[in-house]
């Protein structure tokens, strides 16, 4: 079961987490993905910050150095533990360094479809066709121990009716078709 503790939840909503979420919010090329105790963020489909994680009320993030360039020589500081403003800050203010690494890195091995997964999400849920869909993406690249699934998506009428009801609605699996 995919959930955050309340202290991770009043965390991002008003505390220590806040600048990261409030980035998330204010950038869109950004997705902040629920997991099991943890959060991704994503950037074109790939994870700009792995994890952030939260065991005993100590928070933990991480990147994936192979996105970086080995000849780098400017790599901000990253702390592992975030314990204080500062630490946060630190991933917040890395944020433009680390797109750039991964749009580089991306340019090299593109990953189109984990990317057009991230767009279209961000489309469908807050863009402009975002008020004519009846399905809301929850989640990308779910899996569990019975399959992968593209898109995990709730079926939600677009009318404004509707949307004010956020109760009985039915989930949607999406897998891609292949053609052979």
């Given at each position: 079961?995919r959930?955050?503790?309340?202290?991770f939840?009043?965390?991002?909503?008003?505390?220590l987490l806040?600048?990261i979420?409030g980035?998330?919010?204010l950038?869109?090329?950004l997705?902040?993905?629920i997991?099991?105790?943890?959060i991704d963020?994503?950037?074109?489909?790939g994870?700009?910050?792995?994890?952030?994680?939260?065991k005993?009320?100590?928070?933990k993030a991480?990147?994936d150095?192979?996105?970086l360039?080995?000849?780098?020589t400017?790599v901000?500081?990253?702390?592992?533990i975030?314990?204080?403003?500062g630490?946060?800050?630190?991933?917040?203010?890395?944020?433009?360094?680390?797109?750039?690494?991964?749009d580089?890195?991306?340019?090299?091995h593109?990953?189109n479809?984990?990317?057009f997964q991230?767009?279209?999400l961000?489309?469908?849920?807050?863009?402009?066709?975002a008020k004519?869909?009846d399905?809301?993406?929850c989640?990308i690249?779910?899996?569990n121990y019975?399959?992968?699934?593209?898109?995990i998506?709730?079926?939600?009428p677009?009318?404004?009716?509707?949307r004010k009801?956020n109760?009985n609605?039915?989930?949607?699996?999406?897998?891609?078709?292949y053609?052979?």
């Open positions: 079961m959930g955050l503790t309340n202290y939840i009043d965390q991002l909503k008003s505390g806040l600048p979420l980035l998330v919010q950038d869109s090329t997705c902040l993905e997991r099991e105790n943890y963020i994503y950037y074109r489909g994870n700009i910050i792995r994890r952030i994680e939260e005993q009320e100590v928070f991480s990147f150095r192979r996105y360039d080995k000849d780098s400017k901000p500081y990253l702390p592992d975030l314990n204080n403003p630490d946060v800050e630190a991933w917040v203010n890395a944020i433009p360094f680390l797109k750039h690494e991964m580089l890195w991306f340019g090299r593109p990953k479809e984990r990317e991230q767009l279209m961000r489309e469908n849920n807050f863009g402009n066709s004519g869909t399905y809301f993406i989640d690249e779910y899996a019975t399959g992968r699934f593209d898109l998506t709730v079926q939600w677009s009318s404004p009716v509707h009801n109760r609605l039915r989930l949607a699996f999406i897998l891609r078709a053609m052979v």
